[in-house]
C-alpha cells in the first residue's frame, strides 16, 4: 500500500502519497491512544486519507490483540 509513497519514521509512522498529501500515525507517548493527523490538497483527499489509514490502522491492531 505505499510502494508509491514515501515512508518517514522520524516522528511516528508519516506517509507521503506521490501528490504531497501525508498521514502521520503517532502513538501517545502517555495514554494508550493512536492519533491521526493528515494534509492535502482539500477537505476531500484529507477525509479520504484519515478513513483509509484509521482502517489500516484498526486492522494492525486487530491482528495483534
Do not use: F
Not at 493512536?34 to 482539500?42: N, T
Not at 483509509?52 to 491492531?61: H, L, P, V
Amino acid at each position: 500500500q505505499t510502494r508509491e509513497s514515501k515512508v518517514d519514521l522520524l516522528d511516528g509512522i508519516k506517509v507521503y502519497d506521490k501528490e504531497g498529501s501525508w498521514v502521520l500515525i503517532l502513538p501517545d507517548s502517555t495514554e494508550s491512544i493512536i492519533k491521526l493527523y493528515a494534509d492535502g490538497d482539500s477537505k476531500e483527499v484529507v477525509e479520504n486519507l484519515m478513513k483509509k489509514y484509521k482502517a489500516i490502522t484498526e486492522d494492525i491492531i486487530k491482528k495483534t490483540n
